[in-house]
DNA sequence: GCCAACGTTGGC
DNA sequence: GCCAACGTTGGC
């Protein structure tokens, strides 16, 4: 799940706890929430439109199918005039927080390592804000998140590309 | 600020 | 249903 960490940080999720992953305004997106997302998945947290964009840590989706509440607040930028109450246009998922990486793994690092040749989030033009991630890529970013984050910043790392800085 | 790649809108 | 125009996303 992509957030700008401007406006929705991994760290305000830590604060809150649990959030309503409200304002998609993306059909496919929405499908994905109110359709394939359930209680107890694990999420990756992707921090988007920053000087360093990547995954900054896990979080669970801890409800499902809870209906939107921006898109009846005619203050809100995300108020859809055609959505009422009795029909609704926008579901979403609430999440809990489960752990903050220290060293987020980087785009540039999943770009340089040819283990995510696949993954969505690498596709040219893919722009969508919830994607779904191969159990095998997940377990991939969690064990390179953690062992960065556990050896500090500035690291190499062997790939079949040879040696990247993360 | 640029730009590619979409998604959405609305006239026809 | 087609498609041009426009808006958005998001990396660089």
């Not at 604060?15 to 109110?34: F, I, K, P, T």
Request: aromatic share 10%; charged share 25%.
């Amino acid at each position: 799940m992509k957030s700008e960490p401007d406006v929705f940080s991994i760290s305000h999720l830590e604060e809150r706890g649990r959030s309503g992953w409200d304002g998609v305004r993306n059909y496919q997106a929405r499908n994905y929430m109110r359709d394939e997302m359930k209680v107890g998945d694990r999420v990756l947290f992707y921090h988007s439109s920053t000087a360093q964009p990547g995954i900054a840590g896990l979080a669970e989706v801890s409800a499902v199918g809870l209906v939107d509440p921006t898109q009846f607040d005619s203050e809100s930028d995300y108020f859809d005039a055609k959505a009422t109450p009795a029909q609704p246009r926008w579901w979403m998922v609430e999440i809990a927080f489960v752990e903050k990486f220290s060293t987020p793994l980087s785009l540039s690092y999943l770009r340089s390592d040819p283990d995510f040749e696949g993954l969505l989030l690498l596709r040219p033009g893919q722009r969508l804000s919830i994607q779904p991630v191969s159990q095998e890529h997940y377990g991939r970013i969690v064990e390179l998140a953690r062992r960065f984050s556990s050896v500090g910043s500035q690291i190499a790392v062997e790939s079949g590309r040879g040696v990247t800085t993360c």
